[in-house]
């Protein structure tokens, strides 16, 4: 069955980095464009960046662009989220998701959090 597992969450003082990593299995994730969201309590979920198959062009929010970078191992099966810089607003649980279509495939989730 499809499953997306991610992991690397953690607490990390302000100005620290963390990579998080979501492993992908049940479908054909190479042709899948990925994107990590993050979710706080009592707000909607917010898409921090996206990668797009076949060449990989990215996007990112606002508030993290310059800080953390998506990248994408099709061999792996696996898609990353490199975050530096990190502040205490960054604090939410990030989630995973896999999109084709109609197809729409999501993580349990991973918490960060940001405290000194």
């Known amino acids: 069955q499809v499953q997306l597992v991610e992991s690397g969450g953690g607490l990390v003082q302000p100005g620290g980095s963390l990579r998080l990593s979501c492993a992908a299995s049940?479908?054909?994730?190479?042709?899948?464009?990925m994107r990590w969201y993050r979710q706080v309590p009592g707000k909607e979920r917010e898409l921090v960046a996206g990668?797009?198959?076949?060449?990989?062009?990215?996007k990112y929010a606002t508030s993290v662009n310059g800080r953390f970078t998506i990248s994408r191992a099709d061999v792996e099966n696996t898609v990353y989220l490199q975050m530096n810089s990190l502040k205490p607003e960054d604090t939410a649980v990030y989630y995973c998701?896999?999109?084709?279509?109609?197809?729409?495939?999501w993580g349990q989730g991973t918490r960060v959090t940001v405290s000194s």
């Open positions: 990668i797009e198959p076949f060449g990989g062009s990215t």
């Open positions: 998701n896999a999109v084709r279509v109609v197809l729409d495939y």
């Open positions: 049940g479908f054909t994730f190479s042709i899948y464009a």
